[in-house]
Each structure stands twice: as structure tokens, then as C-alpha cells.
């Protein structure tokens, strides 16, 4: 008898002992999330990244019963913060915001210090936001065609910023340039809001920023808004025309983003993830929030979202291609 009393107060005490590991593991949709969690953006505060991380944190935060920490880690072209995400914990608590940039710089680097398929899941595309060719206002210039005829007059003498060496502003305008049969002379800046202020300083001829950085001014009346480069046209700027409207059809620039976590993140916390977010897209003030910055609400499940990494890295292949650029 009391031989039997060990045993059952030792198989209580260790039954106690498990209960919490087993209670806080993060592979269980029931108790996930526990704390606190980290969503790093691989930019700086302020970008548009980080603006649309921020508007669709504040609605996940509830839905998951924890906060949502934004983490800036801006730095090598968005590739600091992916490496710190590919080796954090696979438990849920770190995210990436991830996009476009992530599987262009798999092939404009080397050695980028992260994998982007095999390292990270994809759990879903969130937003999408146009790319607009523009010029200042007080410009000539107030069609694509004119900017082309000008470019093919003047080789080279024209110029135009981007966003930096092997961006979608950078590698879009050589295609762009290469569809119209011209040529302008590239001159790199640090970001979206660098080759904004290029063009309205009168640095640079044109540029091809996102939208969402350029709809500030072009609302202004600071910038002339050329051509769209989506699918359809903008409806904040429905008399602007796309590039395929003005017969570039195979050249579509869209900025994407979305959720990824670490690679071997479980099901049932992905699972979570990906319900509450799906929640949050719905809510009108995210919604809003998306739009005011010219973007809009573009979701894609995860296995849609992985598969549009693949087409932008062939995409990036191409453009560097076109613009005669190696791996950096």
C-alpha cells in the first residue's frame, strides 16, 4: 500500500511537472498565443511596409488575444530582417513581413543569407499596391508617349531615380525603357522617398515609385502621374492608364506583401495565424487603411502566395536581363 502511494504521488508529480510545458508549447491552436508577439518589418518606420504592418497589426492584436510588436529591421535591401526571421524559433512568435523584395534579392545577391522557399512559410499574401511612372508637374512631359519620344531623341540624356540598384523602380523603368525602344541614364537613390523628392527637386526626369510613397504628392499637384504599371487602373487615379492600355502588355510592377513565418513553424499555429488575419482583412477600418495609402487588400492563401515568390524571382531574372545586371 504505501509502495503504491509512491508510485501514484510520483506519477502525479511528474503528470504536474509536464502539464505546463505541454500547456505553453506552441504546436497547440488552443493555447497559442501565450505572449507577446514579434512582427519584424525589414524596413524602416515609415515606409510603406511598415505603414500597412502597423494598420494590420492593430486589428490581428485582438483577434489573438496578444499584442503585436512591430519590429523595424531595416538594412541590406530588406535582407537584415529576413535573416533574423529564417533563424528565429519556429514557435510563432516571430514574424517577417515579407514581399516582393524578399524573392527579387535571391537573385540580385549572391549570397542574400537567407533562403526564401526553403527557409520560411509562406502563410499568405495580404496587400498589393501599384507602381506609378511620374514627373513633376511643371514638367513638359505629359504623356508616356512623351517621355518615350524624348527618350529616343535624346539617348541617355534623360534621367530617372529609383529606389536603389535592382528595385522593382529600377529594373520596371529598363524594361519600361527597353519596351519603348529608349534609353535614360539610371541614377540610384535609398528608397521610395528619395526618388520622390528627386523628381520634385528637379534632380531627375522622372521615376517609378510605389504608389503608395507617390499619391502624397501627386494629390498635391507636385507630381504628374504618367502611366500605372497594375493590372487595372488605379481607383484613386481612374484617368491615369495602365501600361498595358497603352500597349505594354506584358509589363505589369506590382508591390506585394504579406505574412511569412520560420520554416518549420507548426500547422495548427499557422493554422491560427491565418484565421485571424483573414479576419482582420475584412475589418472596414483596414480596409481603409490600405487605401488611403493606394494600396488595396490583395489576399492569396499560402500556397498562392509561395507560388508568386517563384514567378517574381523568374520576373527578376528577366528584368536584370533586359537592364544587363549580375548578382551583386
Avoid: C
Avoid at 479576419?279 to 489576399?299: F, N, R
Wanted: hydrophobic fraction near 45%; aromatic fraction near 6%.
Amino acid at each position: 500500500m504505501h509502495s503504491l502511494t509512491r508510485r501514484t504521488l510520483l506519477a502525479q508529480a511528474l503528470a504536474a511537472a509536464a502539464a505546463p510545458a505541454f500547456a505553453a508549447s506552441p504546436a497547440h491552436a488552443d493555447t497559442y498565443p501565450s505572449r507577446p508577439i514579434k512582427w519584424v518589418v525589414p524596413f524602416l518606420a515609415g515606409t510603406a511596409p511598415d505603414i500597412t504592418a502597423r494598420v494590420v497589426a492593430e486589428a490581428v492584436a485582438p483577434l489573438l488575444g496578444q499584442p503585436v510588436v512591430i519590429e523595424n529591421k531595416g538594412g541590406a535591401a530588406g535582407n537584415l530582417g529576413a535573416r533574423i526571421v529564417a533563424n528565429a524559433p519556429a514557435d510563432g512568435y516571430t514574424w517577417i513581413y515579407s514581399s516582393a523584395p524578399m524573392a527579387a534579392n535571391m537573385r540580385m545577391y549572391k549570397e542574400p543569407g537567407f533562403d526564401a522557399m526553403k527557409d520560411f512559410r509562406h502563410v499568405m499574401r495580404l496587400s498589393s499596391s501599384d507602381i506609378v511612372v511620374v514627373v513633376n508637374a511643371t514638367s513638359d512631359i505629359r504623356t508616356l508617349d512623351d517621355l518615350l519620344v524624348k527618350a529616343r531623341a535624346q539617348p541617355g540624356v534623360l534621367n530617372y531615380a529609383s529606389g536603389g540598384v535592382g528595385t522593382p523602380s529600377h529594373l520596371g523603368v529598363e524594361m519600361l525603357l527597353s519596351e519603348g525602344k529608349a534609353s535614360a541614364t539610371h541614377v540610384p537613390y535609398k528608397g521610395a522617398s528619395e526618388l520622390v523628392n528627386a523628381v520634385l527637386g528637379g534632380q531627375v526626369t522622372f521615376g517609378a515609385p510605389i504608389f503608395s510613397v507617390a499619391y502624397p504628392q501627386i494629390k498635391a499637384g507636385k507630381l504628374r502621374p504618367l502611366a500605372v504599371a497594375g493590372t487595372r487602373r488605379n481607383a484613386l487615379l481612374p484617368q491615369v492608364p495602365t501600361l498595358a492600355e497603352l500597349g505594354m502588355k506584358d509589363l505589369v510592377l506590382t508591390s506585394w506583401g504579406g505574412i511569412s513565418v520560420p520554416r518549420a513553424t507548426p500547422d495548427a499555429v499557422v493554422a491560427r495565424i491565418q484565421a485571424a488575419f483573414a479576419e482582420a482583412m475584412k475589418q472596414p477600418k483596414v480596409i481603409a487603411g490600405l487605401t488611403d495609402l493606394g494600396g488595396q487588400v490583395d489576399m492569396q492563401d499560402g500556397a498562392t502566395y509561395t507560388r508568386g515568390f517563384t514567378q517574381e524571382m523568374a520576373l527578376t531574372e528577366t528584368m536584370m536581363k533586359k537592364a544587363g545586371l549580375e548578382a551583386m
